[in-house]
């Protein structure tokens, strides 16, 4: 029996309509997919009755399943001779393991395409009008985990690093660490008036944009208020935001906008 073949495939943000046309081309093809549970239930829709579904979703905190088991379930699939839609949340290669399971599939011979998806950290900030670079307040941007591998010595992410070289940061599953993160970021020398954004659910019909700021953050200011799945924007960007409105406690945008002029350098001002 010929071995199957294997489509890595990003389902995008959650919104149907941000699904690309090659991942709903393979949805409707597939003999089984095999799901986080980061796919939106209006994409779960769009697969046929037909085709078997495997549920592989895990939660921060509590899973039956372990990658293992996962790129095991990929392989079995595959040498079935099945077509397998991999169907995750964003961009298969995007904080989400895809890297990983191509390493599987390559130690079995088996087949594999990689389709790209609307990853979250780029496409929750757009879609509430947070421009992640801009020519004044933004030359650089960062993605980091908030929820690092359990298993490394030490975690990895170098705060002191990020807070001073880099204008704009976007954090994925840093819910439940969001207080240490705003601590490491202030001791690293960001700004405590540096706006924060929350978008739980981006893109979707319950999404919920939270505002706040680094010292209010630490403050404990949306303790308890904000749920996962959710992407964390820090930066001077956040306060170009749909609907931003500006509050008592952080800086006026122009008075940023000054001050960040006296600077002796930007990278911004060698763009064209």
């Known amino acids: ?33 095999v799901y986080d549970r980061l796919v939106s239930e209006e994409i ?78 780029t496409g929750v900030p757009s879609y509430v009008g947070i421009p992640l670079t801009h020519r004044t307040l933004s030359s650089s941007v960062a993605f980091v985990t908030g929820h690092e591998d359990p298993r490394k010595f030490e975690p990895s992410v170098d705060y002191g690093k990020i807070a001073s070289g880099v204008d704009s940061l976007v954090i994925l599953m840093g819910v439940a660490t969001m207080r240490q993160v705003a601590e490491n970021l202030l001791r690293g020398g960001v700004p405590p008036l540096t706006p924060v954004a929350i978008i739980e659910r981006g893109t979707r019909p319950d999404q919920k944009v939270s505002f ?4 209010r953050i630490l403050e404990g200011h949306l303790n308890g208020q904000i749920s996962s799945p959710a992407i964390i924007v820090v930066g001077e960007v956040v306060r170009l935001a749909k ?30």
């Open 212 to 215: 706040s700021s680094i010292e």
């Open 1 to 33: 029996m010929a071995k199957g073949k294997v489509y890595l495939v990003g389902s995008g943000p959650g919104n149907p309509k941000l699904l690309t046309v090659r991942a709903l081309e393979l949805i409707r093809q597939a003999d089984v997919v």
């Open 44 to 121: 779960m829709d769009l697969i046929p009755g037909n085709v078997r579904r495997i549920d592989v979703g895990k939660t921060p905190r509590d899973s039956v399943w372990n990658q293992g088991d996962i790129n095991s379930i990929l392989l079995c699939e595959a040498i079935d001779g099945n077509a397998v839609v991999r169907l995750k949340g964003g961009d298969p290669m995007l904080f989400s393991r895809g890297g990983e399971e191509t390493e599987a599939l390559r130690s079995e011979e088996i087949d594999y395409e990689v389709v790209p998806g609307v990853s979250s950290a």
């Open 243 to 272: 609907d931003y409105a500006d509050e008592e406690e952080l800086l006026d945008l122009n008075l940023q906008r000054e001050l960040m002029e006296s600077k002796t350098w930007c990278a911004a001002a060698e763009y064209s």
